[in-house]
């Protein structure tokens, strides 16, 4: 059972380049978010999506997209990478609303933004 | 809008010594509180929570305390072990909001040995 899994795992853009960062979970869960973890930062909420065909803005949504491509698969993209968006990138997954269900994070993506 | 201040940002305890780490929240809808561990280089894993309906949970080593009133919540992690070493994150949320958790900016726990 992988739980919530995250590609790539690594990855170095120059500024401008665009990406989709892929997250996909095993376990019928219903909601799913993405997360930026800066150093001496707790997390930051940049989308979520509470169900499959919606998604809604986080704390911290400019400069990304988001597509939740089926119940399985939420992918973050960046359009035109800048070096603020140096971070590592969390997606997570719950059955229900988080707080009334356990959510799980996936391993983390460290993109670096040259 | 929701603001956690976590205190504080490094706590170096013993080993076998207790560790309490603090968080205050701002707004008085929040009713859902959690921590979460992260080692290094590894995501965040939950080991506690809270709801604002009661003021202490227990699970084994660690606890942690609600005061609603000053809107403000601990964690205790007692007889700390080498393995209690990593950073820990608090949250908060209201359960009538969008999803949204606030989290702490960290508190790195070093056991020492």
């Known amino acids: 059972n992988a739980g919530v899994t995250q590609t790539p795992k690594f990855q170095v853009l120059k500024t401008g380049q665009s990406m989709t960062l892929q997250c996909a979970q095993d376990?019928?869960?219903?909601?799913m978010y993405w997360y930026r973890q800066d150093p001496g930062m707790g997390l930051r909420l940049i989308y979520y999506?509470?169900?499959?065909?919606?998604?809604d803005k986080g704390e911290v949504p400019n400069g990304y997209n988001v597509s939740r491509l089926n119940k399985r698969e939420f992918s973050l993209r960046l359009e035109s990478a800048a070096p603020s968006q140096t971070s590592v990138y969390f997606c997570?997954?719950?059955?229900?609303?988080?707080?009334?269900?356990?959510?799980?994070f996936g391993q983390g993506t460290r993109l670096t933004v040259v | 809008g929701e603001n956690v201040e976590q205190h504080p940002s490094t706590l170096s305890v013993q080993e076998g010594d207790s560790a309490v780490i603090k968080c205050t929240y701002s707004?008085?809808?929040?009713?859902?509180f959690p921590w979460y561990k992260q080692e290094l280089g590894k995501r965040p894993q939950l080991i506690i929570d809270?709801?604002?309906n009661v003021g202490e949970k227990k699970d084994q080593r660690i606890a942690v305390t609600l005061n609603k009133t000053a809107k403000h919540f601990s964690l205790h992690i007692t007889e700390t072990q080498p393995e209690d070493s990593a950073v820990y994150f608090c949250?908060?949320?209201?359960?009538?909001?969008?999803?949204?958790?606030?989290w702490g900016a960290g508190t790195k726990l070093i056991i020492k040995p």
């Open positions: 997570a997954s719950s059955e229900g609303r988080w707080g009334d269900t356990e959510a799980f």
């Open positions: 376990m019928n869960h219903n909601s």
């Open positions: 999506s509470a169900s499959e065909g919606t998604t």
């Open positions: 707004d008085s809808a929040s009713n859902y």
């Open positions: 809270i709801r604002s």
């Open positions: 949250a908060a949320a209201s359960l009538d909001s969008n999803y949204q958790l606030i």
